[in-house]
Structures are given as structure tokens and as C-alpha cells.
């Protein structure tokens, strides 16, 4: 089956929920491939959801953590890690889409969320938004980065080979569900993993990073203290980064994007914005970039790094 662009609203049914903190839930959902054209997200995208019945008006937007597809009984035919390739060879009898979210319960939208039943259902639209691109394609559109020129020199040297490229992630929070869920469809021990929580851990089980660091504001858990503990200028050139992915709280990013200029690391940072639709009707989540003010629904809410303006 061919991966369409093509955004679809529907009702989906919870098949799993499960509270991994205080505050933060796990909700799995499924809903029918109704036709083989529907599209099946990339890491990175969101949906916008909201619980049936639903104290809050608008739906609100969350981001895809894991994507599987199944046959009618329930067997697996794509894992999520299948799913992020392009094609999928062997799902012609795909039936069903399964997401799976990570919520962190803050206003009424994703408290109703969190408080949802197996059998219960949600209001979906999605998905939405860019996506997190492979390494080797991130760099090759960074064309005025460092790490896009010493690529060139070495290509020209012909020693391309020896310069893979070198790869961090970031997940701050909640910020931790897109990044994970890209993370998992690439080659194993192929990047470092950051993580950064408040208290604890969660969504970083199945993250298969060479190097993983944890920071915890509370210190329950990893370093004591926030990402910067573990992640400063020095580290991205001591380590040789070319590319930094980060999901998390504007702070955060803010930092990154500081440090990812003084490093000369291309950085790709995804957004959260407030938003009303999701699908660039409402003007709610304009942002400012160096090339004007963009809509953070339909032109991200994945941005180059060094063309946000904070
Ligand atoms: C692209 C994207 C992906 C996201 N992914 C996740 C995720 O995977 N898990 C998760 O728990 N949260 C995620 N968020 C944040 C989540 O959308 C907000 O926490 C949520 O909308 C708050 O709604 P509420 O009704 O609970 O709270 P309220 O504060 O009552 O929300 C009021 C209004 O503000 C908007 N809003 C408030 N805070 C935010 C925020 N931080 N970002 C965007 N809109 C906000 C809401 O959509 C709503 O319209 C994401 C946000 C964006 C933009
Ligand atoms: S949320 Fe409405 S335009 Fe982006």
C-alpha cells in the first residue's frame, strides 16, 4: 500500500488505557481503514482528538507516539517500526489502524482523554502537520548547515562514507511521545537519546539509542537536574553531532536552538503551539520564523532549528 497525504476525520474506539504517571496516560485507539488510500501517519504528525462526550468544544492536538496495522482478527501486519518506511509490502489486508498515544492530563480536553473507557470512543482528525525526516534526508535539506558542508568537502574528497550522519535526540515531557515514536523506526544503537522528565520515566522503554541520558528535576531517576546537566555546546561538538531532533516544553527548544547554533549542529524542532483547528483554518498557532510569521499546524510543527525566532 502506497502512504497517501490525505487528512481524514472519524470516530475511533479506545482498546487501551493505562496510566504510566500521576498525570501522564497511555491511550491506545483503533479505527477501520476504510479505503486503501487512508493515510497512515509519519513520526512527528498529530491528530486532533477529543473524547466522546467532551466537556471542551474544540479538539485538541496530540502526537502520534506508535502506529501498527492490523488484519480483521486483530494480527499484526505492520509494527510501527514497518510503518514509518514509505511502502509497506505486505498490508494489503489491512483493516485496521492502531494509534497509540502518550497524554499528559492538563486542562478539561485531555483530562476527558484521560478519563476515557475501553470501548469508549474519540473524535480524530489527522493526521496532520510535517514529520520527522530520516537522518540522511534531514541533512541533505540543510543546505547552509556546517555539518552540510563537511558532508560536501568529504564527498568531494570522496570519503563520504567515513561521515554518517551523527544523531541526537531530545524529548522533554510529554515532548518525549514524537521523538520516541521516531526514535523506534530507526536502525538500532544509530543515535543518542535525551530524555528530560520532571519525575520518573515514561515512553523511552523501547528506545534503542547507543547512548541514552536521563535528567530528572527531582533526581528519582538518571542525572539530577534539567537537559542542560547532560547536554551542553561542548557535548554537541565533543560528540560530533550533525543533526539534533528535539520534541519538549519552548524553553527547552529555545536552549537547544542556542546551542545547536554555537555547535554548528542542524537541529530540527518541533513546536507546541496553541492550536484551535489543527488544519490551518484559524490563524490560533501562528508562530514567528526568519522567513515571517507561519502557521504551526500546516507549515510544522517540525521547523529547522535556526529559523525560529523565540
Ligand atoms: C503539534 C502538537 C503536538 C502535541 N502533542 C502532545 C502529546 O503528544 N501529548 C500531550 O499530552 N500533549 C500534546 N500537545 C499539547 C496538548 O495539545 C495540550 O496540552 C492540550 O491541547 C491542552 O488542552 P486542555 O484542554 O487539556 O488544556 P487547556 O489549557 O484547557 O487548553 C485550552 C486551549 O489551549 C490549547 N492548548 C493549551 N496548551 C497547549 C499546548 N501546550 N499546546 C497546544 N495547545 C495548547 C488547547 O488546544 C485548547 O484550545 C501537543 C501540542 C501540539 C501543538
Ligand atoms: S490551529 Fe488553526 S490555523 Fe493552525
Redo the contacts with the bound molecule.
Sequence with gaps: MRRRVLQSQTIAKVCEIKQLQKDVFSLKVETELKHKEQSIPKAGQ?YMLKSRPSR?L?T????V?KVRLLDARGKELASHADCLQETFPAVQDAHVLELE????Q??????DLCNLQVGLSIDLIGPL?NHFFKPSESLSGAKNSKAFAEREAAKEANTENQLPPSVAIVGGG?GI??VSGFAQGLEKESYDFYASFKSGTYGIENVQAKNLYITTDDGSVGVHGMLPAVLTADTLKEKKYTLLYACGPLPMLAYLQKICLEAGVQAWLSM?????CGVGACLGCTIKTTEGNRQ?CKAG?IFQGDKLIF
Excluded at 498515544?101 to 499528559?104: A, E, G, R, T
Design positions: 498529530f471542551v474544540l485538541r492536538p496530540i502526537s507516539y498515544f502518550l497524554i499528559l492538563k486542562g478539561e480536553g485531555t483530562e502537520g510529554i511521545a514524537p507546541e503551539e496553541k492550536m484551535g504551526c510543527p
